[in-house]
């Protein structure tokens, strides 16, 4: 099975078929998910970079499913969580903003200053919240 993946995935990143892609980055999330918590920096790290060039030009629904299942992971790869965080779609941003500990502050400030009113109504339902956020929250909100 494995090796059947690390083929799909070398067609995919030469392949434009966005439903095929879809169902590789669905099968790659799988294998983080139930992974995750036991990789190492090396490891979660090229789920990043494999898990990003897969998510380009990926439909909505699929990139909000996406979004949702890795958001509660605290170790979901970090560029990827970013980029899903700033996505103007609030299907798709909302999850992680509301419950992705993974961004950091600065990422959480950038967003409230940058996007939608829907980005500062899931950033306010966070956890917890350091003053720099609520600062941007109460300013833009």
Do not use: W, Y
């Not at 999330?29 to 139930?34: A, E, G, P, R, S």
């Not at 299942?69 to 605290?74: E, Q």
């Amino acid at each position: 099975m494995q090796d059947n993946l690390i083929d799909q995935l070398e067609g995919m990143l030469f392949n434009k078929d966005l439903s095929r892609r879809a169902e590789v980055l669905r099968r790659v999330t799988d294998l983080f998910v139930i992974g995750s918590g036991k990789f190492s920096n090396d490891q979660v790290e090229l789920f990043d970079s494999v898990m990003g060039k897969l998510l380009v030009n990926i439909e909505r629904v699929a990139r909000a499913q996406f979004g949702s299942r890795l958001a509660k992971l605290s170790d979901a790869p970090p560029k990827v969580i970013r980029e899903l965080a700033f996505d103007d779609e609030i299907e798709i941003a909302g999850p992680v903003l509301l419950h992705c500990e993974r961004l950091d502050e600065n990422s959480l400030i950038e967003n409230a200053r940058t996007r939608s009113q829907d980005h500062l109504l899931a950033i306010s339902g966070r956890k917890t919240l350091v003053e720099g956020v609520t600062d941007v929250l109460v300013e833009r909100g």
